[in-house]
């Protein structure tokens, strides 16, 4: 099957296309498709149900422009991720963050109904494999909330489990011993604000980001709390957290339990508080799954790869 698109502006087919046609050779190898660019046309050429959702895809990248919002391989891997039977996502469920004319939205029906729960409750569990936005969604309804001044601070932690890497023979104090293991908190952070805001923030306590024992003893009012990477709390550690929970306040715990790094045999936190509390109004949990993924294509395969090779063990 063939079929010929007309670009709706010539004056965006860098950014459509991507850096070094990016773009479109993600949309190729992702729906093995033959795609040809002559002055303002594409043509497809391929199987017919793979070209049916080439057209939508460059669709959605071409209104995704219009919009004048940035447009990224993520964007992509998502629109191709949603070109299938599932259909499109349509929401209203933007978040605005501190970035210019940065505004964030959920890829999947998954991150949508995450967002929805995040919104509802003062507590709000969730689960899932690795690129499926579990920490960057939370930082965003955290960072979201700070600018329309609905939360005084926020406070992102993680447990110091350690998955092989040694912390006590990296170099300097503990600030930077803990940074490199904090990154992932810090990235999602810097992409919701400018660099000069972040720091500012971080100096004045507004975001703290720090290693999850030194939360203990300590009660956080009018904050989001984000623990991420919680399937690595023990039972003790998950209720210390959970009873940090102040006036005024919303917290997310984030993990993915299919990368469990605690001794053999010594049962996850995270997993043992959903059990629990699972039935509580007021708390909500979601799980995400491999489709819900928005990283690189591959993330979905390798995923997959590692499920089955659990299952054959």
């Known amino acids: 099957m063939e079929v010929t698109i007309q670009l709706d502006s010539t004056d965006r087919q860098l950014e459509l296309f991507g850096p070094a046609d990016s773009y479109l050779r993600l949309l190729r190898g992702a729906l093995g498709l033959q795609i040809t660019a002559r002055q303002s046309n594409l043509i497809i050429r391929g199987k017919e149900k793979d070209v049916n959702k080439a057209v939508e895809v460059i669709d959605k990248m071409q209104k995704q422009l219009l919009k004048r919002h940035p447009l ?154 984000i623990c991420d990477e919680a399937q690595n709390t023990s039972a003790l550690q998950m209720l210390m957290v959970l009873t940090r929970l102040g006036h005024g306040s919303k917290m997310i715990i984030t993990g993915d339990i299919t990368q469990i790094d605690l001794e053999r045999g010594q049962k996850s936190g995270m997993i043992g508080a959903m059990e629990i509390l699972r039935r509580i109004k007021g708390i909500g949990c979601v799980e995400l799954s491999q489709r819900d993924i928005v990283r690189h294509r591959l993330v979905q395969n390798i995923v997959q790869a590692y499920k089955r090779k659990a299952k054959a063990d």
């Open 72 to 225: 990224t391989a993520a964007n992509v891997t998502a629109f191709i991720s949603q070109g299938d039977s599932r259909g499109t996502l349509q929401t209203n469920e933007a978040i605005a963050v501190y970035a210019h004319k940065k505004v964030i939205k959920p890829s999947t029906k998954g991150q949508l109904k995450y967002i929805k729960t995040m919104l509802a409750n003062d507590l709000t569990f969730c689960i899932g494999p690795a690129g499926t936005g579990k920490t960057y969604l939370a930082v965003a309804i955290a960072v979201s909330m700070l600018k329309k001044k609905q939360i005084r601070r926020i406070v992102l932690a993680r447990p110091a489990v350690e998955a092989g890497e040694k912390l006590g023979f990296l170099p300097g104090d503990i600030q930077a011993k803990v940074n490199p293991y904090l990154r992932p908190l810090f990235d999602a952070i810097e992409d919701m604000m400018d660099f000069a805001q972040m720091k500012k923030f971080v100096e004045l306590d507004i975001i703290e980001i720090i290693p999850l024992a030194f939360m203990r003893g300590r009660t956080l009012n009018e904050a989001v709390i």
